[in-house]
């Protein structure tokens, strides 16, 4: 069978063709390993029985994978003059109905339908599939592959790989015939030089050199080796590439092979890629028995040999010298340069070695010329990349891209964005010896310099996408654990600095570092990157450096507020949803509690975390519930609804009195400090509270009449009937705590007057200028803005609104003035100009409004407003929009189309944001941002001036009122700690003892909702709509907790 | 390789035969670049990394024990960096192992000390290890501490290079990497061993020393291995 002359190529080449295109339909299955660990192998089974069974004229075969890992496995179907179609999410099940739609010549099902090819280009050659499914959009009309340009994996998944017929069918091994025909080694030399090809290994460096270099080395014993020692955690395009295509590989080693003169090549792949090994030993026999190795290739006298070795796993042999040192028989240790191995490698003599997919692009340069590969990518970065995309994105793949494209064009257009909902923060490349990205950076271009820069390195592709759940002193942690056991032992810096560097790090994790281990791991970091003998050591510092450059106000947080917003370090947090809790509640301690039959210490336990569980249990935005462990299970526990029950039982029961004693018992002596609290909204309230338990003698101004802010004057009271809220306020003055209402600071008194009379003062005057927003006719009468709406409707005033009611916005404001609206009896339309997922308002709020008949229109801009000729609101007209690009929030921005709609109305209610209004701290010396909002320490919250403290939204602009307790009661910390010069939050809270067992079978029912007024009863009236958990429901829901809290003693 | 060449180090114009490293050249015109790993007779490993230098015109540092000299190379043996480096080397030495001076039988005449008392390591700012460690008492005339072994591989190249018998070699990786003797036996049961003690004397810490020695006695004659090598370089 082997090939001496170009007619038996030929033969070849139509016996190969007559397979890729036969006569007949052609079923291929995607069968990487990534396609079998999803199932190929049944599908693959499925289908040739059933060919079997039908006695059916359809070739099947097997092929590698064509890159889209999130819907494998992957089938391609072909019938003679229609175009490939690739199927996605095949299961056995399907099989019957593709094998039908075949017969019938029909489309198979489009639940399965993934996109068509009519033509595709090898770029060694070229395949006409054909032509029709006008409905099934071609491939790279798919996300996940527009944008892609496929020169690496330009066979993966459509040919056979342990086919060399139908390699050679698309044109494969032309390339090293050209070569052997008619040219020189030093004209391809030229060539790949010209093509300014880089190593794709990760260093970058010029391949067209590294083949000179060794072509000029003396002596007839030269070697050629492949790296294919793929070791990084999250890549695997190599093995990928060798499992689809693995004749492309040693196409390109027998070129080389030629042109520097070595006669024998190696392949060191990593023994954990047994298919990749597979595949490729049974390519090698084959092309030995075809004559594309061994000796007298192709006729043309020219000596050639592949041998492939299996590596143990080493990281560190994929350090080209460590990989010698192994293929020698010795240990994988890495050992001085120079001598290069050019001059002095394998054996000692002359070696070069590439990484895997740098082979893979040598025929198409060979091929095509450098001019066209040079077209591609940018101009110190020529051609293409592949990188394997994971994380926290929709579709997660192999990805190939010119070099120069941007990280977002990577996350957002094919990765889909976001893959649940969660803000991305970071991409991590390169691997261990990468670093991490943050999402302001999202523009950079990936080449080789620019992640440089920025101190990544692009390495051998990987692509990690993080969001808000990782933590990324954990995820540099992670990768110093990795690099300090990969590290070979032989260099001190490496050996030793990494060891102590992931001490170091694991001080953060458990809350015990300190601001001067930020400097010394800084340091250290430092100096094993620079004084480190080989690649690892030189960049495995990488993840911590460019952490600690991009993302340091994590590892601030972990030191001093011992915190880990993401959650990831357990020792930080008594549970997931303590941690995510803003008020920090020990919600296990309270359920148990509460499981127990302990109403009043399950009382006692939530009012200690929160002093307004009654309100906060019916409005509170529940990140609880996104973090919850039981809803890997099921559903998370409805811990909101829970400790609003206890508070309800509580407060508006006979109970009060009683329990109200208890609360006052956890006074502290009085301290004689006297403390101003400006503002008696949920911040100011919460703060409040803690200073009166601290034993502070605490007074409260407000220019209101009645205490709490936003949640008496801005909800509405089918959300919080206000005698919920009373009780709680009533409980929080029995503490002591006097009130000053119809107090405007910076009219009837200053900042500066009341310094004179306090030993510190905490600002919370939360959001309440409107955020007016400037388009035509906003001076019509019937304009009003939400929160002065709300405000009106709250207080029992008479509110001028019409029969029908436009509400532009799509957060709380927006929702709760339309239900107001609805209840005022008017027609609502509430216009958002993005779509539904997208509203920060919360979702079981849209779909009440829903149910109470509010219409919601969304992607729909406000334009202008239209007046009548008395100046009065007749309608608003929006411009329709569409998604658009991904913008910095994630979200798809809004883009106008040509369209108009207009919705006729009286009244037009503004509810597009909110904003500090500053006026009240004029000639106090605060230091203010652009915004309005007070600029404070992040973990003190002291503003610029000294006993001024600030929090709420007032900082952090308009937000939620959890967010808000949150800052009131870490303010409240703070001024204790300052005035008193301890922490005493700890002797507030008494010893519970309760249960510490997880329970063996935490119930097994699902979530408990509380019930809800008719939609019908709720129009026109004010009754609260929720109407709670049953006692017995959140006893049940109790029982759900799966204790997170319990720790096993046994670390 | 006779070439001459004309290097600068620390600004001096020195002369130079192109081939040597820039360690070798330094030391042959006393000029101080500090190393562990390196012993005057022995293959270079490069893996101590003291001598990193800096060498204008590479933005690296590069090691000067394996830095081949060339025409016009300029050498700075010191910087506030470089010594900053140096020290945190020795300091991560020291918190490896169980480096306790003052039952070291090497006290007073051992280089991992005098290195720390010339770069001022007056305490060490890193967590300590405290590794639990062996110490191989097997062989009849010498002992093998491993809580004193600083991993140079002296005395793998010494037994290797300069004896002939290869006895030991280096183990398992990253922290967890050890001196091992023949085929991981110990050091007494080491057939290849000829006891000729070379190791011993190559040993710069008090890691390998010769039975019989207390606190401070044990001195080494590491110049009379060095002086076999060039001896024998004219055969």
Same mark, same amino acid.
């Given at each position: 069978?082997?090939?001496?002359?170009?007619?038996?190529?030929?033969?070849?080449?139509?016996?190969?063709?007559?397979?890729?295109?036969?006569?007949?339909?052609?079923?291929?299955?995607?069968?990487?390993?990534?396609?079998?660990?999803?199932?190929?192998?049944?599908?693959?089974?499925?289908?040739?029985?059933?060919?079997?069974?039908?006695?059916?004229?359809?070739?099947?075969?097997?092929?590698?994978?064509?890159?889209?890992?999130?819907?494998?496995?992957?089938?391609?179907?072909?019938?003679?003059?229609?175009?490939?179609?690739?199927?996605?999410?095949?299961?056995?099940?399907?099989?019957?109905?593709?094998?039908?739609?075949?017969?019938?010549?029909?489309?198979?099902?489009?639940?399965?339908?993934?996109?068509?090819?009519?033509?595709?280009?090898?770029?060694?050659?070229?395949?006409?599939?054909?032509?029709?499914?006008?409905?099934?959009?071609?491939?790279?009309?798919?996300?996940?592959?527009?944008?892609?340009?496929?020169?690496?994996?330009?066979?993966?998944?459509?040919?056979?790989?342990?086919?060399?017929?139908?390699?050679?069918?698309?044109?494969?091994?032309?390339?090293?015939? !050209?070569?052997?025909?008619?040219?020189?080694?030093?004209?391809?030399?030229?060539?790949?030089?010209?093509?300014?090809?880089?190593?794709?290994?990760?260093?970058?460096?010029?391949? %067209?050199?590294?083949?000179?270099?060794?072509?000029?080395?003396?002596?007839?014993?030269?070697?050629?080796?492949?790296?294919?020692?793929?070791?990084?955690?999250?890549?695997?395009?190599?093995?990928?590439?060798?499992?689809?295509?693995?004749?492309?590989?040693?196409?390109?080693?027998?070129?080389?092979?030629?042109?520097?003169?070595?006669?024998?090549?190696?392949?060191?792949?990593?023994?954990?890629?047994?298919?990749?090994?597979?595949?490729?030993?049974?390519?090698?026999?084959?092309?030995?028995?075809?004559?594309?190795? %061994?000796?007298?290739?192709?006729?043309?006298?020219?000596?050639?040999?592949?041998?492939?070795?299996?590596?143990?796993?080493?990281?560190?042999?994929?350090?080209?010298?460590?990989?010698?040192?192994?293929?020698?028989?010795?240990?994988?240790?890495?050992?001085?340069?120079?001598?290069?191995?050019?001059?002095?490698?394998?054996?000692? !003599?002359?070696?070069?070695?590439?990484?895997?997919?740098?082979?893979?692009?040598?025929?198409?340069?060979?091929?095509?010329?450098?001019?066209?590969?040079?077209?591609?990518?940018?101009?110190?970065?020529?051609?293409?990349?592949?990188?394997?995309?994971?994380?926290?994105?929709?579709?997660?793949?192999?990805?190939?891209?010119?070099?120069?494209?941007?990280?977002?064009?990577?996350?957002?257009?094919?990765?889909?964005?976001?893959?649940?909902?969660?803000?991305?923060?970071?991409?991590?490349?390169?691997?261990?010896?990468?670093?991490?990205?943050?999402?302001?950076?999202?523009?950079?271009?990936?080449?080789?310099?620019?992640?440089?820069?920025?101190?990544?390195?692009?390495?051998?592709?990987?692509?990690?996408?993080?969001?808000?759940?990782?933590?990324?002193?954990?995820?540099?942690?992670?990768?110093?654990?990795?690099?300090?056991?990969?590290?070979?032992?032989?260099?001190?810096?490496?050996?030793?600095?990494?060891?102590?560097?992931?001490?170091?790090?694991?001080?953060?994790?458990?809350?015990?570092?300190?601001?001067?281990?930020?400097?010394?791991?800084?340091?250290?970091?430092?100096?094993?990157?620079?004084?480190?003998?080989?690649?690892?050591?030189?960049?495995?510092?990488?993840?911590?450096?460019?952490?600690?450059?991009?993302?340091?106000?994590?590892?601030?947080?972990?030191?001093?507020?011992?915190?880990?917003?993401?959650?990831?370090?357990?020792?930080?947090?008594?549970?997931?949803?303590?941690?995510?809790?803003?008020?920090?509640?020990?919600?296990?301690?309270?359920?148990?509690?509460?499981?127990?039959?302990?109403?009043?210490?399950?009382?006692?336990?939530?009012?200690?975390?929160?002093?307004?569980?009654?309100?906060? %249990?019916?409005?509170?935005?529940?990140?609880?519930?996104?973090?919850?462990?039981?809803?890997?299970?099921?559903?998370?526990?409805?811990?909101?609804?829970?400790?609003?029950?206890?508070?309800?039982?509580?407060?508006?029961?006979?109970?009060?009195?009683?329990?109200?004693?208890?609360?006052?018992?956890?006074?502290?002596?009085?301290?004689?400090?006297?403390?101003?609290?400006?503002?008696?909204?949920?911040?100011?309230?919460?703060?409040?509270?803690?200073?009166?338990?601290?034993?502070?003698?605490?007074?409260?101004?407000?220019?209101?009449?009645?205490?709490?802010?936003?949640?008496?004057?801005?909800?509405?009271?089918?959300?919080?009937?206000?005698?919920?809220?009373?009780?709680?306020?009533?409980?929080?003055?029995?503490?002591?705590?006097?009130?000053?209402?119809?107090?405007?600071?910076?009219?009837?008194?200053?900042?500066?007057?009341?310094?004179?009379?306090?030993?510190?003062?905490?600002?919370?005057?939360?959001?309440?200028?409107?955020?007016?927003?400037?388009?035509?006719?906003?001076?019509?009468?019937?304009?009003?803005?939400?929160?002065?709406?709300?405000?009106?409707?709250?207080?029992?005033?008479?509110?001028?609104?019409?029969?029908?009611?436009?509400?532009?916005?799509?957060?709380?404001?927006?929702?709760?003035?339309?239900?107001?609206?609805?209840?005022?009896?008017?027609?609502?339309?509430?216009?958002?100009?993005?779509?539904? !997922?997208?509203?920060?308002?919360?979702?079981?709020?849209?779909?009440?409004?829903?149910?109470?008949?509010?219409?919601?229109?969304?992607?729909?801009?406000?334009?202008?407003?239209?007046?009548?000729?008395?100046?009065?609101?007749?309608?608003?007209?929006?411009?329709?929009?569409?998604?658009?690009?991904?913008?910095?929030?994630?979200?798809?921005?809004?883009?106008?189309?040509?369209?108009?709609?207009?919705?006729?109305?009286?009244?037009?209610?503004?509810?597009?944001?909110?904003?500090?209004?500053?006026?009240?701290?004029?000639?106090?010396?605060?230091?203010?941002?652009?915004?309005?909002?007070?600029?404070?320490?992040?973990?003190?919250?002291?503003?610029?001036?000294?006993?001024?403290?600030?929090?709420?939204?007032?900082?952090?602009?308009?937000?939620?009122?959890?967010?808000?307790?949150?800052?009131?009661?870490?303010?409240?910390?703070?001024?204790?700690?300052?005035?008193?010069?301890?922490?005493?939050?700890?002797?507030?809270?008494?010893?519970?003892?309760?249960?510490?067992?997880?329970?063996?079978?935490?119930?097994?029912?699902?979530?408990?909702?509380?019930?809800?007024?008719?939609?019908?009863?709720?129009?026109?009236?004010?009754?609260?709509?929720?109407?709670?958990?049953?006692?017995?429901?959140?006893?049940?829901?109790?029982?759900?907790?799966?204790?997170?809290?319990?720790?096993?003693?046994?670390? | 390789?006779?070439?001459?060449?004309?290097?600068?180090?620390?600004?001096?114009?020195?002369?130079?035969?192109?081939?040597?490293?820039?360690?070798?050249?330094?030391?042959?015109?006393? !000029?101080?670049?500090?190393?562990?790993?390196?012993?005057?007779?022995?293959?270079?490993?490069?893996?101590?990394?003291?001598?990193?230098?800096?060498?204008?015109?590479?933005?690296?540092?590069?090691?000067?024990?394996?830095?081949?000299?060339?025409?016009?190379?300029?050498?700075?043996?010191?910087?506030?960096?470089?010594?900053?480096?140096?020290?945190?080397?020795?300091?991560?030495?020291?918190?490896?192992?169980?480096?306790?001076?003052?039952?070291?039988?090497?006290?007073?005449?051992?280089?991992?000390?005098?290195?720390?008392?010339?770069?001022?390591?007056?305490?060490?700012?890193?967590?300590?290890?405290?590794?639990?460690?062996?110490?191989?008492?097997?062989?009849?005339?010498?002992?093998?501490?491993?809580?004193?072994?600083?991993?140079?591989?002296?005395?793998?190249?010494?037994?290797?290079?300069?004896?002939?018998?290869?006895?030991?070699?280096?183990?398992?990786?990253?922290?967890?990497?050890?001196?091992?003797?023949?085929?991981?036996?110990?050091?007494?049961?080491?057939?290849?061993?000829?006891?000729?003690?070379?190791?011993?004397?190559?040993?710069?810490?008090?890691?390998?020393?010769?039975?019989?020695?207390?606190?401070?006695?044990?001195?080494?004659?590491?110049?009379?291995?060095?002086?076999?090598?060039?001896?024998?370089?004219?055969?």
């Amino acid at each position: 069978m082997r090939i001496g002359d170009i007619a038996a190529f030929a033969a070849v080449r139509e016996a190969g063709l007559a397979k890729l295109l036969p006569s007949k339909p052609r079923i291929a299955v995607g069968m990487g390993t990534c396609g079998s660990g999803n199932g190929a192998e049944a599908v693959y089974s499925a289908f040739s029985s059933q060919i079997d069974v039908r006695g059916l004229a359809i070739q099947l075969a097997p092929v590698g994978c064509f890159g889209f890992c999130a819907e494998e496995p992957l089938v391609n179907v072909w019938v003679p003059g229609r175009p490939l179609l690739m199927l996605h999410g095949v299961q056995p099940n399907h099989v019957d109905a593709i094998l039908n739609a075949i017969h019938n010549g029909t489309q198979p099902p489009a639940e399965i339908v993934l996109c068509k090819i009519e033509e595709w280009d090898h770029i060694t050659g070229h395949v006409k599939y054909g032509t029709g499914f006008p409905d099934v959009p071609n491939w790279n009309e798919v996300p996940f592959f527009s944008g892609q340009v496929k020169t690496v994996l330009r066979n993966c998944g459509l040919i056979n790989p342990d086919d060399i017929e139908e390699y050679i069918a698309i044109g494969g091994y032309q390339a090293l015939y !050209k070569v052997l025909i008619d040219q020189s080694p030093a004209n391809v030399i030229e060539q790949i030089k010209a093509s300014k090809l880089r190593g794709r290994g990760g260093a970058g460096y010029l391949t %067209g050199n590294k083949w000179e270099f060794l072509a000029k080395a003396p002596g007839p014993e030269k070697y050629l080796i492949c790296n294919a020692d793929e070791g990084d955690p999250g890549a695997y395009m190599n093995r990928n590439e060798i499992e689809s295509d693995p004749h492309a590989l040693l196409e390109g080693m027998a070129i080389a092979g030629y042109v520097t003169g070595a006669a024998r090549g190696i392949v060191y792949v990593r023994a954990e890629y047994p298919l990749a090994v597979l595949r490729l030993e049974h390519a090698i026999e084959q092309a030995r028995a075809y004559g594309m190795l %061994g000796t007298n290739v192709l006729g043309r006298g020219f000596d050639f040999d592949i041998d492939t070795v299996e590596g143990a796993g080493a990281f560190v042999c994929g350090e080209e010298t460590a990989l010698i040192a192994s293929l020698e028989g010795q240990s994988g240790r890495p050992r001085v340069r120079p001598p290069f191995p050019a001059q002095k490698g394998l054996l000692g !003599k002359p070696t070069n070695i590439n990484n895997v997919e740098t082979w893979y692009n040598i025929a198409p340069i060979v091929t095509k010329g450098p001019a066209w590969f040079t077209e591609t990518g940018s101009a110190k970065s020529a051609g293409t990349k592949v990188f394997s995309l994971v994380g926290k994105v929709k579709s997660t793949g192999l990805v190939e891209m010119p070099l120069g494209t941007p990280i977002s064009t990577f996350i957002y257009d094919i990765g889909g964005g976001s893959s649940n909902g969660r803000d991305i923060k970071a991409v991590q490349t390169g691997g261990p010896s990468g670093g991490c990205i943050p999402a302001e950076m999202f523009d950079t271009p990936v080449d080789y310099e620019t992640l440089a820069q920025l101190g990544s390195i692009m390495g051998s592709g990987g692509m990690v996408v993080m969001d808000d759940d990782n933590c990324m002193v954990d995820v540099a942690r992670y990768f110093i654990e990795f690099t300090q056991a990969e590290s070979c032992g032989k260099c001190v810096p490496c050996r030793v600095g990494l060891d102590k560097a992931l001490r170091i790090l694991n001080g953060f994790t458990v809350g015990t570092a300190t601001m001067a281990d930020i400097a010394a791991l800084d340091e250290l970091c430092r100096m094993v990157r620079d004084t480190s003998l080989c690649g690892l050591g030189q960049s495995a510092p990488n993840p911590v450096l460019t952490s600690l450059r991009h993302f340091r106000h994590e590892f601030e947080d972990h030191i001093v507020a011992k915190r880990c917003r993401a959650g990831v370090c357990e020792d930080l947090a008594i549970s997931p949803c303590e941690n995510s809790c803003p008020l920090h509640m020990n919600i296990p301690r309270f359920l148990q509690l509460y499981k127990e039959g302990r109403l009043e210490d399950a009382f006692l336990s939530v009012i200690l975390d929160n002093p307004l569980p009654a309100s906060t %249990g019916r409005v509170c935005q529940h990140p609880c519930d996104d973090h919850c462990r039981r809803a890997g299970l099921d559903e998370a526990v409805n811990m909101r609804d829970v400790h609003r029950v206890i508070a309800d039982e509580v407060l508006l029961s006979d109970k009060f009195d009683a329990v109200a004693a208890r609360v006052a018992e956890r006074k502290l002596e009085p301290t004689g400090r006297d403390v101003a609290i400006i503002g008696a909204g949920p911040t100011g309230l919460t703060c409040a509270y803690y200073l009166a338990l601290f034993g502070h003698s605490v007074t409260v101004f407000d220019s209101r009449p009645a205490a709490g802010g936003m949640l008496r004057y801005a909800l509405p009271e089918y959300r919080l009937p206000k005698k919920v809220l009373d009780r709680e306020i009533e409980l929080i003055e029995r503490l002591g705590v006097k009130f000053q209402f119809n107090v405007s600071v910076g009219e009837e008194t200053t900042l500066n007057d009341i310094a004179h009379q306090f030993d510190a003062v905490f600002m919370a005057i939360g959001t309440w200028k409107e955020a007016w927003v400037y388009l035509p006719g906003t001076e019509l009468t019937g304009v009003m803005a939400a929160l002065p709406f709300l405000e009106t409707v709250s207080r029992d005033e008479p509110v001028a609104v019409g029969k029908s009611v436009v509400v532009i916005g799509g957060g709380n404001a927006a929702i709760d003035s339309a239900r107001t609206a609805r209840r005022l009896g008017a027609d609502v339309t509430v216009v958002y100009r993005r779509e539904r !997922k997208d509203m920060p308002a919360i979702p079981e709020e849209i779909q009440a409004a829903e149910h109470e008949g509010a219409k919601i229109v969304y992607l729909a801009a406000p334009h202008r407003i239209v007046g009548d000729r008395n100046g009065q609101v007749k309608a608003l007209e929006a411009v329709r929009t569409k998604p658009g690009e991904f913008d910095k929030s994630g979200r798809r921005r809004p883009m106008p189309t040509d369209e108009v709609i207009r919705i006729d109305c009286d009244t037009v209610i503004l509810a597009v944001g909110e904003k500090v209004d500053p006026d009240f701290c004029k000639a106090s010396g605060l230091v203010l941002k652009e915004d309005g909002t007070i600029v404070v320490d992040r973990y003190s919250l002291e503003s610029s001036r000294e006993r001024f403290y600030a929090g709420g939204d007032l900082i952090s602009g308009a937000s939620n009122v959890s967010n808000a307790m949150g800052f009131g009661k870490k303010a409240a910390r703070n001024i204790d700690k300052r005035l008193m010069g301890q922490k005493r939050f700890a002797s507030l809270i008494p010893d519970f003892v309760y249960e510490m067992e997880p329970p063996e079978t935490p119930s097994e029912c699902r979530r408990h909702v509380p019930s809800e007024l008719p939609a019908a009863k709720r129009v026109g009236s004010y009754a609260e709509v929720s109407l709670g958990l049953t006692a017995v429901a959140a006893l049940e829901e109790t029982s759900r907790c799966l204790r997170c809290d319990i720790r096993s003693t046994e670390r | 390789m006779t070439e001459k060449v004309k290097v600068r180090i620390d600004g001096e114009v020195i002369a130079a035969t192109a081939g040597q490293t820039i360690l070798e050249v330094a030391r042959t015109n006393n !000029k101080y670049i500090p190393a562990l790993c390196y012993m005057e007779g022995l293959s270079t490993v490069g893996a101590c990394r003291l001598c990193m230098v800096e060498v204008s015109g590479v933005a690296r540092l590069l090691p000067a024990c394996t830095t081949p000299v060339q025409e016009g190379l300029a050498v700075a043996t010191t910087s506030p960096q470089l010594e900053s480096y140096r020290k945190m080397a020795l300091e991560l030495l020291f918190a490896e192992r169980n480096h306790v001076c003052a039952v070291c039988v090497s006290s007073g005449h051992c280089e991992l000390q005098t290195l720390a008392q010339e770069h001022g390591v007056t305490s060490v700012r890193y967590p300590y290890s405290y590794p639990r460690l062996p110490v191989d008492t097997t062989h009849p005339r010498f002992v093998l501490d491993h809580n004193r072994c600083v991993l140079c591989s002296r005395c793998v190249r010494t037994c290797a290079e300069v004896e002939g018998a290869h006895v030991w070699d280096l183990a398992g990786r990253g922290v967890g990497s050890r001196l091992v003797s023949e085929l991981q036996r110990p050091w007494g049961e080491a057939t290849s061993c000829t006891s000729c003690g070379k190791c011993v004397q190559a040993c710069p810490t008090g890691a390998m020393a010769e039975k019989g020695f207390g606190v401070e006695e044990m001195t080494k004659r590491r110049a009379a291995v060095s002086r076999l090598t060039s001896m024998r370089e004219g055969e």
